[in-house]
C-alpha cells in the first residue's frame, strides 16, 4: 500500500482508512505498524486517526449509519430521524446492535446539506428522509442491503446529489 507515495507519511492516511475497514476500526496493532511503516511516532498516527470522524479506535459494526448532525440537518428534521434510528436497532448513539451488524454514530457536517436531513450508510448517502423511510432503511441494513439497488437514483453530473432510495 506504501507503494506509489513518495513520501510514506503522504500513505497515512489511505492506509488507516484501509485498516478500518478491514478491522472495523484503527487497532493498536495497526497503528503501531504504520507508525513504523511511515517512520512516524504512534502519538502522530493516533493524531491522525482521532482527527478524522470517519476512523475509529473502537471496534464498530460491519455497517455504519452515520446520522448528520449540522444545522440544516438539525432544523429540517434531524432530531427525529436520530431518534426513529435509535428505537429501530435498539442502541444509543455510540452503540452497536448485538449482533454486531450495525453501529449508529452522529458525524459532523458531512456536505450533504442539499438533501437534508440526511445520513450515511457506509460510504452511501440518504437524504430528504422522514422517520418512516429512515425505519425502512436500518432495517435494509440490518438484512444485509446495504448497497442502492440498480436502477436506483444516482447524484447528478456535477458532483450535486440526487435523492437516493433504500
Known amino acids: 500500500m506504501l507503494a506509489g507515495f513518495e513520501n510514506k507519511r503522504e ?86 446492535t448485538k449482533d454486531g451488524k450495525v453501529s449508529l454514530l452522529e458525524s459532523p457536517c458531512m456536505g450533504l446539506c442539499d438533501i437534508a436531513p440526511a445520513i450515511m450508510v457506509n460510504d452511501q448517502a440518504f437524504g430528504d428522509l422522514t422517520p418512516r423511510r429512515v425505519r425502512d432503511i436500518a432495517r435494509a441494513v440490518r438484512i444485509g442491503f446495504t448497497r442502492r439497488p440498480s436502477g436506483s437514483k444516482r447524484p447528478r453530473k456535477g458532483g450535486a446529489r440526487s435523492k437516493v432510495s433504500a
Open 11 to 96: 500513505a497515512l492516511i489511505p492506509c488507516l482508512n484501509t485498516a478500518q475497514r478491514w478491522q472495523h476500526c484503527v487497532s493498536r496493532e495497526a497503528a503501531a505498524f504504520l507508525a513504523k511503516e511511515t517512520n512516524t511516532s504512534l502519538a502522530e498516527v493516533y493524531g491522525v486517526a482521532t482527527f478524522y470522524h470517519m476512523l475509529s479506535e473502537k471496534p464498530l459494526g460491519r455497517n455504519v449509519i452515520r446520522v448528520c448532525d449540522c444545522l440544516t440537518c438539525h432544523v429540517k428534521g434531524g432530531p427525529a430521524i436520530l431518534d426513529a434510528l435509535k428505537e429501530e436497532l435498539g442502541i444509543e448513539v455510540g452503540g452497536t
